[in-house]
């Protein structure tokens, strides 16, 4: 069963607009990342919070992580063409064995 | 910077076939993993190894096996494959935690399409 659930399935908006997606999981975690992939190609790592962490920024990216909700969201501000992708956040949980595993993916397209 | 590489971008099989998938990683990390993408049900881990000659079962290995001799190399093998083998595959990396906190680093991916 999936562990991360990402809503919406797609997102379309302006070039400029802000984008926010979000990603539910199930169970006890360690931390929390999120990744891009472009598409036909593999996934590139984004940020990461950790579960005793609530909110973290870099550059035009912002997560927040709710532990007690089993939920995080991933906000690109300013968005631009470049950001059309597909996003996925992944878990891992205590004990896992270095595992993650991924929701099913919010695919984003920026309008020029 | 962390490069995967993965032997094909595209490949084409016949049902039957036996297939290899080849992953190389040039970061000398200890553990590797093989997912199949497919629409609608995201990454789903195939096997995955933490070492050397080392390897655990994910969550979807039927009709799968895979082979680690050396550290960089992690090869997925499909012994016969069938049509609802064709996906997208994609190997990755990483090392071992708390170094990076489980930050995976993703191939470019195979599309193997079994005809």
């Known amino acids: 069963s999936q562990q991360g659930e990402e809503d919406p399935q797609a997102l379309s908006i302006q070039e400029g607009e802000n984008a926010t997606m979000n990603c539910s999981y199930k169970?006890?975690?360690?931390?929390l990342q999120w990744y891009r992939q472009n598409s036909g190609r593999g996934l590139v790592h984004l940020i990461l919070?950790?579960?005793?962490?609530r909110e973290k920024h870099s550059g035009r990216l912002r997560v927040t992580l709710d532990t007690s909700k089993k939920s995080s969201s991933l906000l690109i501000t300013a968005s631009r063409a470049a950001d059309t992708a597909s996003y996925f956040c992944?878990?891992?949980?205590?004990?896992?064995?270095?595992?993650?595993?991924f929701g099913t993916g919010t695919r984003l397209t920026i309008i020029p | 910077d962390v490069k995967v590489t993965q032997s094909s971008r595209y490949l084409v099989k016949r049902t039957g076939e036996k297939v290899f998938l080849e992953c190389v990683q040039d970061?000398?990390?200890?553990?590797m993993f093989w997912y199949r993408q497919d629409p609608g049900l995201g990454l789903r881990l195939i096997y995955f190894?933490?070492?050397?000659?080392?390897?655990e079962k994910g969550d979807i290995p039927e009709g799968y096996s895979v082979s680690r001799e050396k550290k960089e190399r992690f090869s997925l093998i499909l012994e016969s494959a069938s049509t609802n083998q064709t996906s997208m595959y994609l190997c990755?990396?990483?090392?071992?935690?708390?170094?990076?906190?489980?930050?995976?680093?993703f191939g470019p991916g195979t599309r193997l399409t079994v005809l």
């Open positions: 990755a990396s990483s090392p071992p935690t708390p170094v990076n906190y489980n930050e995976q680093f």
């Open positions: 992944a878990t891992d949980v205590p004990f896992g064995n270095e595992k993650l595993t």
């Open positions: 169970t006890s975690i360690n931390n």
């Open positions: 919070i950790r579960s005793n962490e």
């Open positions: 190894s933490y070492d050397v000659k080392m390897k």
């Open positions: 970061m000398d990390h200890e553990n």
